[in-house]
């Protein structure tokens, strides 16, 4: 990923194996860029949770985002609420977190401004 592209910007490549997955202090590095966003699960996930006034507001934000995981061709797990939604990315394929997961995080924040 060229880090002069802001993350929302950057589009998701296909990454399989484990020299894709990034380093804690790649992940340090990158973190500013997601507000908002932890790291869970011993450095193996980042995840959100993003709070709505209503389950219309919700849903409206679930479908959103699903509309770009099936764009970026990554998907999250999602726990979806009444009045909240909890995202968590992973990359399964790199046994942890890569680019792509950052990348979509920002797409999602971008979402919920």
Known sequence: MNDLIPLAQAHCIPRRGTEHRLSEA?????????????????????????????YYETMAFVNALAFVAHREDHHPDLGVHYDR?????????????????????AKAQSLAA
């Open 26 to 54: 790649r992940v340090r590095e990158l973190m500013p860029q997601i507000p908002g966003w932890e790291v869970v699960e011993d450095g193996h996930a980042i995840a959100r949770t993003f709070r709505f006034g209503n």
């Open 85 to 105: 939604c909890v995202v968590r990315y992973s990359t399964h394929d790199v046994g942890g977190l890569s680019e792509n997961d950052f990348i979509c995080a």
